[in-house]
């Protein structure tokens, strides 16, 4: 069975920073594009960053640029999201999602999904 497991969430005060993580189980994702998304209340769900399967390209929405990075440990079959000065307006549910075509960009149908994990925010 195929999993993709977030953690790493928390309640955390603006300016503080979070690492989330996504470890992916029931088949190698090392040729995947891993991507992160989030949904706030309200709100439709929208791509946070994302990763080519070669670590050569990454991709980031412009909210989150220069505070946010993706990165991934094939070995560990893990993703993570390191979070940096984070604002009240990231509160969200995080989701990560892998890719089989390799892309990993915000336009990819991603394949498979996580169930979340919650990042609080408070100003």
């Known amino acids: 069975q195929v999993q993709l497991v977030e953690s790493g969430g928390g309640l955390v005060q603006a300016g503080g920073s979070l690492t989330l993580s996504c470890a992916a189980s029931?088949?190698?994702?090392?040729?995947?594009?891993m991507g992160w998304f989030r949904q706030a209340p309200g709100k439709e769900r929208e791509f946070v960053a994302g990763?080519?399967?070669?670590?050569?390209?990454?991709y980031y929405a412009d909210s989150v640029k220069g505070r946010f990075t993706i990165s991934r440990d094939n070995a560990k079959n893990t993703v993570y999201l390191q979070m940096n000065n984070l604002k009240p307006e990231d509160t969200a549910v995080y989701y990560c999602a892998a890719d089989m075509s390799g892309n990993g960009n915000k336009a990819t149908t991603y394949d498979y999904w996580g169930q979340g994990t919650q990042v609080t925010v408070s100003s």
């Open positions: 990763m080519h399967w070669t670590g050569t390209m990454k």
């Open positions: 029931g088949r190698t994702f090392s040729s995947d594009g």
